[in-house]
């Protein structure tokens, strides 16, 4: 079973900066995509950012120029660096990602994380 771990949530104020990380574990296992979406209150969830196994990303146009994703894939984790953060920033982020298990038939999966808060104050 793969889950996945993520840390760097908390509070900031508005025009710091915030770093969250997630990391993938288990066994025999490959990620083709991940990353970050979030969950405002009352709105839908979205994606923030994702990166492929390629190092292809996509960001959110909300949030272009100010957070960055990266990834380590020997260690199958990203990060998504926060800066210039914004009140409408805050929101419960997940970590996703998507890959196959190498070790049950290369059977695909999806898994989320249980979300970290962020909250920006101002």
């Known amino acids: 079973q793969v889950q996945l771990v993520e840390s760097g949530g908390g509070l900031v104020q508005s025009g710091g900066s915030l770093s969250l990380s997630c990391s993938a574990s288990?066994?025999?296992?490959?990620?083709?995509?991940m990353g970050w979406y979030r969950q405002a209150p009352g709105k839908q969830r979205e994606l923030v950012a994702r990166i492929t196994s390629g190092a292809s990303t996509d960001y959110a146009d909300s949030v272009k120029g100010r957070f960055t994703l990266s990834r380590d894939n020997v260690d199958n984790t990203v990060y998504l660096q926060m800066n210039m953060v914004k009140p409408e920033d805050t929101a419960v982020y997940y970590c996703?990602?998507?890959?196959?298990?190498?070790?049950?038939?290369?059977?695909?999966?999806?898994?989320w994380g249980q979300g970290t808060l962020v909250t920006v104050s101002s």
């Open positions: 996703h990602a998507v890959g196959f298990s190498s070790g049950s038939g290369y059977s695909p999966f999806e898994v």
């Open positions: 288990g066994t025999f296992f490959t990620i083709n995509a």
